[in-house]
């Protein structure tokens, strides 16, 4: 069974990108949350398939789930467009990279969870940078980074842009 976990945060204002994804074997926990994720659809939070183009989804298969209650079209539009194609496309290159093996994705599912702003404008800086998150996140899970030593290094001089002080 394999198990990683990313994270990244890339760009600024309203249409600033945050992922937080998992990646595993398909008969472990991840596969789990991801049938869960396909399955269990609520108000707000419908999640999705990502992919290149209709009828071309990503290996490994890549579900989207919200983590902000998408209130309206416009969210809805930007999540099912901008940033869609943008976790697709990362998902793909991340595979010509090899960084995800190519071997493996028959075997893999990737959860990624996706922060679109409700103020968010630009779908291009939507694009960019939950391309550039998503990308940043699976090659950090991939490597199990941060490691402890490059965790612990940073504790006490980490400077969270959104603590609020």
Avoid: R, W
């Avoid at 990683?4 to 990646?23: K, P, R, S």
């Amino acid at each position: 069974m394999q198990f990683y976990i990313g994270e990244a945060l890339v760009g600024d204002g309203n249409e600033v990108a945050h992922i937080d994804l998992m990646i595993g074997s398909k008969n472990g926990p991840v596969g789990t949350a991801f049938a869960n994720a396909l399955s269990t659809q609520s108000d707000g939070h419908t999640n999705l398939l990502a992919v290149l183009e209709p009828n071309v989804a990503v290996k490994p298969s890549t579900v989207m789930i919200t983590k902000v209650t998408i209130k309206g079209m416009k969210q809805a539009v930007q999540m099912f467009g901008p940033a869609q194609a943008a976790v697709a496309k990362a998902v793909a290159d991340s595979v010509a990279d090899g960084v995800i093996p190519k071997d493996q994705t028959e075997e893999l599912v990737c959860v990624c969870g996706v922060f679109i702003h409700p103020a968010a404008e630009s779908d291009e800086k939507i694009y960019t940078y939950n391309y550039e998150a998503t990308k940043q996140a699976i090659a950090a899970a991939m490597k199990n980074e941060p490691s402890a030593d490059q965790m612990l290094a940073k504790k006490d001089s980490a400077a969270h842009p959104f603590k609020g002080f």
